[in-house]
């Protein structure tokens, strides 16, 4: 079929429609495309923002549980005498106490004059968060029927006294049998031990 200028022009108005259309059609789709583009971006923003809330709640949830085992523990350390200044005259009568009790043979002690924790006994000092610690070294020596003897006096301390008891260095030796008939001392060891006497100083 040939066509000639009067289809032509018969046609145009048709065409220009088809085009007209065309373009909207094609208009529309790039519309929906980019609004799809523009919601899953929203979406996704809005899963990262939920998910980033929800982390941040349960850091919150944990600082909050942390705090409350801090306090917890602040309690527990300030009513076992461990916050504030040493009680020295307490630790002596219990000593003193805890000798008599167990039947110690022979012990005697000095303390040292209250220091600052140095590194080598604490990681990081004596400065942790508000408080200072501090320590008073004592030099301890027992004369002792067996091993066992020694490990109940200083669990006992521990649990006396109102101070954290840390045992730097400890050494025990036999005493000869000789020496012993001698001066009438039924004791089998000697030990030598040195003591950290641990306290928090309040700085509020």
């Known amino acids: ?73 602040f309690q527990e350390l300030k009513a076992r005498g461990y916050i504030g200044a040493e009680h020295r005259l307490d630790w002596i009568e219990a000593i003193a106490r805890i000798k008599t009790a167990r039947r110690i043979l022979k012990l005697d002690y000095e303390f040292s004059p209250q220091r600052q924790v140095d590194s080598t006994l604490l990681p990081g000092g004596a400065l942790a968060g508000g408080f200072e610690l501090m320590s008073s ?43 012993t008939i001698r001066s009438g001392n039924l004791a089998q060891l000697k030990a030598d031990c040195t003591l950290e006497w641990i306290t928090l100083k309040d700085d509020k």
């Open 137 to 179: 070294q004592m030099r301890l020596q027992l004369e002792l029927l067996h091993e066992a003897e020694l490990l109940a006096f200083l669990a006992e301390l521990r649990d006396t006294v109102q101070a954290l008891v840390k045992v730097r260095s400890c050494t025990i030796e036999r005493i000869a049998t000789g020496n």
């Open 1 to 73: 079929m040939k066509l000639d200028a009067k289809d032509f022009k018969r046609l145009q108005w048709a065409i220009a429609f088809l085009v007209i259309m065309a373009l909207i059609g094609g208009g529309a789709l790039w519309t929906t495309h980019q609004l799809k583009k523009n919601s899953e971006k929203t979406f996704k923003e809005v899963t990262a923002a939920r998910r980033d809330m929800q982390a941040k709640l349960a850091r919150a949830s944990e600082e909050q549980q942390e705090l409350r085992d801090k306090i917890a523990r």
